[in-house]
């Protein structure tokens, strides 16, 4: 029925009237797949991070990870779900329904952990709110950061959190069990696509951040994958 292919990770998605979800590598070796749902599944798409994926079927929407995991279901009662585009930033999608409505989804909710970090994300109406928490038994924090412009993604890593808008990247350093709040700010000229974080470095570079790097348009695959929860919200239109 429909397949999408993830530049960034390299990985194919495919439905068909067996009513599953696929995820394929580019050597056509399954990876993955859905248990059957009642309904044949009519749509699938990458988000442009390649971080998660939307599934469109008759009155369902459901959002998963790369791995396959559903962890968001919505049941617009729309008919079915024929088409499904993201939003250059992977924040939001529209799907075409058989009744000649459109479904708008926008991800909420958005969470990541790092080993005993996590992350969560509240967006409000005019700015986003990131909370950032270390729970472990050696060290305990609480951190509020406040973003005036909406936060598109954000990663944990070794060293520190890295935020990224439409218009700035923000890198927060880890000191000694301690997040610093000041963090490196940077202007972008474009929107990002995707954060890649290095996960470990030569002896020489011990002492040193690791690097980051905000990609735009690449082609690269993610060498870190950090665990991410997301839900949708879901809002329906007429087309014109």
């Not at 990876?31 to 469109?56: C, Q, Y």
């Not at 993201?86 to 799907?95: H, I, N, R, V, Y």
């Not at 060293?159 to 301690?178: D, P």
């Not at 696509?193 to 980051?212: C, F, H, L, N, Q």
Request: aromatic share 8%; with cysteine.
């Amino acid at each position: 029925m429909c397949c999408d292919w993830s530049p960034v990770n390299n990985l194919v998605l495919s439905c068909g009237e067996d009513c599953r979800y696929k995820i394929w590598d580019l050597y056509g070796r399954l990876l993955f797949a859905s248990t059957p749902i009642e309904h044949v599944i009519t749509s699938v798409s990458w988000a442009p991070h390649g971080k998660t994926f939307a599934v469109g079927a008759f009155n369902l929407l459901k959002l998963c990870d790369r791995s396959g995991w559903s962890s968001c279901c919505e049941t617009p009662n729309t008919g079915s779900l024929f088409q499904i585009s993201w939003c250059p930033d992977g924040t939001c999608l529209a799907a075409a329904t058989g009744s000649g409505e459109v479904v708008f989804g926008s991800i909420v909710g958005r969470t990541v952990t790092y080993t005993t970090m996590e992350a969560s994300l509240d967006e409000s109406e005019n700015t986003s709110s990131l909370t950032v928490r270390e729970n472990s038994s050696t060290n305990s924090f609480v951190e509020e950061l406040d973003f005036r412009d909406a936060v598109i993604d954000f990663s944990l890593h070794q060293k520190g959190l890295v935020v990224v808008t439409n218009y700035q990247v923000f890198i927060y350093s880890l000191n000694q069990g301690t997040l610093n709040t000041t963090p490196q700010v940077e202007d972008l000229k474009e929107p990002p696509t995707m954060i890649v974080s290095a996960e470990g470095a030569a002896d020489d570079d011990r002492k040193k951040e690791p690097p980051t790097m905000i990609v735009r348009r690449s082609r690269r695959r993610s060498s870190m994958i950090v665990s991410g929860v997301y839900r949708l919200h879901v809002e329906l239109g007429f087309a014109p």
